[in-house]
């Protein structure tokens, strides 16, 4: 796909950290597959991708998680 920030450039396969916060709740996740854009370095991650960690990140909040760092595990 073609970055949409320069408009130029096709994003290439690669993995990026995901930072969600939530409230007081701060959610890391790293090495989440993603399309990266060689030139500005703005990455695309799968809609299906985000809803997961979303998900996931609202059981934590529910449990009173206040700062969560993992490993991205495909589901
Ligand atoms: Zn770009």
């Known amino acids: 796909m073609k970055c949409v920030i320069c408009k ?3 994003t290439v396969p690669g993995i990026t950290t995901i930072t969600l916060e939530r409230g007081g709740f701060t959610s890391i996740v790293k090495d989440v597959p993603a ?10 991650v799968a809609e299906k991708i985000t809803a997961e960690l979303l998900k996931a990140a ?4 529910k449990s009173g998680t206040l700062v969560d760092i993992r490993q ?4």
């Open 8 to 10: 130029h450039v096709e």
């Open 35 to 44: 399309q990266i854009c060689p030139n500005c370095g703005e990455d695309y």
């Open 58 to 61: 609202e059981q934590m909040v």
């Open 72 to 75: 991205y595990k495909a589901a």
